[in-house]
Antibody, heavy 121, light 107 residues
Framework: EVQLLESGGGLVQAGGSLRLSCAAS????????MSWVRQAPGKGLEWVSG????????EYADSVKGRFTISRDNSKNTVHLQMNSLRAEDTAKYYC??????????????WGQGTLVTVSS | EIVLTQSPGTLSLSPGERATLSCRPSQNVSSSFLAWYQQKPGQAPRLLIY???SGATGIPDRFSGSGSGTEFTLSISRLEPEDFAVYYCQQYGNSPKTFGQGTKVEI
């Protein structure tokens, strides 16, 4: 059974940093793309960042480019999201999502329960 | 980026009725790279449909998807009490991957 467990969320002041982690189990982690998707309170879903299985290819939404960095440690089956220069509009629940395969055209097969990030201004 | 417009915003129906949800991309979605997700309050999204019409593992067959290009539909043949939720479409054929704003199916 696929399990994705996010951690690292919390309350931070605007301009601060947080590092989110997602521990994965139940599948061959290194052959799947992984993403972070966020949801502001009462709002819809927004893809934030993705990383291919090897970690060599990463993508970012324009709204976070230059501030967030995605990485993965395939030896520990974890994916991280380093968030710097946080803004009030980054306040959201952040979900870790498993891609359907390692290529570009993947949907999100499995989701974690999310970790809440609150940025105070 | 491709903008997905879902309609209606809210759908008020009764158990046993049929639900029809629309998703219209602002540009052609290549190779039907479109998915549907269900989200209940306080829960993570759950994959329902991928490739516009393929059901995800464990999804009841009352859920079906159809469409191509710039018009896609999610149908729920007979609403069960557990189907009342918010539904999102998502395109994954172009970067960035984008979601629609959601349709709430309420009693």
């Amino acid at each position: 059974e696929v399990q994705l467990l996010e951690s690292g969320g919390g309350l931070v002041q605007a301009g601060g940093s947080l590092r989110l982690s997602c521990a994965a189990s139940g599948f061959s982690f290194n052959i799947y793309a992984m993403s972070w998707v966020r949801q502001a309170p009462g709002k819809g879903l927004e893809w934030v960042s993705g990383i291919r299985g090897s970690g060599a290819t990463t993508e970012y939404a324009d709204s976070v480019k230059g501030r967030f960095t995605i990485s993965r440690d395939n030896s520990k089956n974890t994916v991280h999201l380093q968030m710097n220069s946080l803004r009030a509009e980054d306040t959201a629940k952040y979900y870790c999502a498993k891609g359907s395969y390692n290529g570009n055209y993947h949907y999100f097969e499995s989701w974690g329960q999310g970790t809440l990030v609150t940025v105070s201004s | 980026e491709i903008v997905l417009t879902q309609s209606p915003g809210t759908l008020s129906l009764s158990p046993g009725e049929r639900a029809t949800l629309s998703c219209r991309p602002s540009q052609n979605v290549s190779s039907s790279f479109l998915a549907w997700y269900q989200q209940k309050p306080g829960q993570a999204p759950r994959l329902l449909i991928y490739g516009a019409s393929s059901g995800a593992t464990g999804i009841p067959d009352r859920f079906s998807g159809s469409g191509s290009g710039t018009e896609f539909t999610l149908s729920i043949s007979r609403l069960e009490p557990e189907d009342f939720a918010v539904y999102y479409c998502q395109q994954y054929g172009n970067s960035p991957k984008t979601f629609g704003q959601g349709t709430k199916v309420e009693i």
